[in-house]
């Protein structure tokens, strides 16, 4: 990280839709508070939400704008509120993590002095012409940021993005809260009790929000097939709306006679106690993730993994290693891998679980993440490509999976 070699104080706006749960906006309140350590002035606008004070706890500015609409009136009047913005606080750097304010602060940093750089964190569905060109705004940056190879192909596939743009760098988490160590044993026993977990279950989490996508009614189906009365599974999160395809699950767990065995439950605060509890996690996602946050996160705490065949879980996963990989959409194979899971010895599990570790602990970091965003400002900033020692290179397709 060379922030600090600068003769003056940077001021780098990154503009993401809201401040809740998520990912990307981990990712963002992360960058912010490295920004401040090393001397930059950090200004996130968004919408608000819920982690605002997060970024006054660390020294950051919060401006409030509906960067979040996809109402084009509103985009256009971003634009101008935008360039505002770069205009009072000198802004260096704009950093859009989402297509809507990427729309809006592309335009604004025309004309001024601003470098405009964006993260695309996922494939996103294209419909039609006008779908895809909405979707090109997160292409349009100096310096485009990939959060994984699957997304960094997605881009010059559907976008002719130039290599060269292109960076790559995996999200990152937080190995002082994700780790066994870190979770006590009172956590861990209220949570069993809030979920009123069985004595001597083996219990399987799926951490997602309640949408088709992410697999639910796969899982279920898994666990019908076992026939085990020694599973008790968790799907944990909100159906955010969502009501019909949430009854249509609950009407699932009625018909397969699961309703002593499949809980619905709208959220956890404590997703390292979850983890500790769980014997498996599963991400049995239908389409792919982009990159997929829960199979880093289980294997920081030492659990086995089970996720569908395809996406960001290619890069994250070592097969037969660190977890299991199966075919998407195949009830059938996932009740298999959750059996191979639960087969495990402990000698096996503790083998499992040192290697899953020190995978994420090597490749998937909280502070490699942020330096690695910290370095694509520095370098733009400075106006060179990266140099032979820069950790960034520009991207280019290889043919390696998460193993090698």
Known sequence: ?????????????????????????????DVAEELVNSGAQAIVVSNGGPRVHELARCGAV?????????????????????????TRYNVNVVHARSRAPAWSAYQACKGTAAHFITTCHAPYNISGNLKQLYNSSIAKGERVIAISKYVAQYLQDHYQVNPEKIRLIPRGIALDRFHPTAVTPQRLITLAQEWRIPDGANVIILPGRITRWKGHHVLIEAVARLKRDDIFCVLIGSDQGRTKYREELENTIKEKHLEGQVRIVNHCNDMPAAYMLASIAVCPSTDPEGFGRIPVETQAMGRPIIAADHGGAQETIIRGETGWLVKPGSAEELAKAINEALALTPNQRSILATRAMAHIAQHFTREQMVDETLDVYAELLKGEMPGPHSTQKPFHIQTQNAAE
């Open 1 to 29: 990280m060379v922030m600090n070699s600068f003769p003056l104080q940077p001021v780098i706006m990154q503009i993401i839709p809201a401040l809740g749960a998520g990912g990307a906006e981990q990712g963002c309140l």
């Open 62 to 86: 919060h401006i409030e704008m509906p960067v979040h609409s996809k109402n084009p009136l509103v985009m256009l009047q971003n634009i101008r509120r935008i360039r505002n913005l770069i």
